[in-house]
């Protein structure tokens, strides 16, 4: 774009840069980013490169991750937008530093950005989330989902592992990988505790940065701290979990 302009943050180690033609106001967007990503460093490890870059572009949804750069909708309004960066930005960490099978186990990388991004809300309510509420959201999100399809269908098919060829719909595909993802993080996290909760994604980011993780180096991260957590995600992802 000819008319592209920029805006440049340092954080840490790391410059980010902002890239826009339309938003009214970036340096908005550029401080959502900024927050965000010192909020993920401080939580889950530090960012190994030192540049960042994210792009305003004529996406037809709100955001697309790729590694050191982040793509952002230029049909975002003002109550969108922070949503969108503060998961983008996390995807730097689930996809950008620690990799997964994104056709296989979309939930692994998706599912783990989105309960970042409720995570960085839960500590900056100005940005107008809680936790509570996006908890509330998303499960009420899934159990539409499971009464709809129940009814058309006769059965709900609630496993979260499963090839993206296998998603009835962008719907289903959502309140899988999304809202049951978070809705699974969010009560592991009642159930253990902070401390071991974050520890655990911790040493998931610190043992398989630059890898691609599976969904069992996932779950040896966290019963390396101790927690005996195997049933746990076993109920979520092969859908016997009961929500």
Known sequence: YKNARVLSEKVGDTTLSYYYYADKTPQDTLAVAAEAFSYYEERFGEYPYSTYALAETGLCFGGQEYPRLTMLSDGLNAEEKPRAVAHEVAHQWWYGVV??????????????????????????????YTREGLMTAALREYRSYYDVYGSVLGRTDTAMTRHLKDYLSDYEYKCLSYDKAIVMFDTLRKSVGDTSFFAGLRRYYKENAFLIATSGDLVGAFEKTGLDVGGFFDSFLNGKAIL
């Not at 997964?100 to 309510?125: H, I, P, R």
């Open 99 to 128: 990799g997964s099978n994104q056709v296989e186990n979309a939930w692994q990388d998706e599912g783990l950005a989105e309960y970042s991004a409720l995570c960085f809300f839960e500590k900056y309510e100005k940005y107008g």
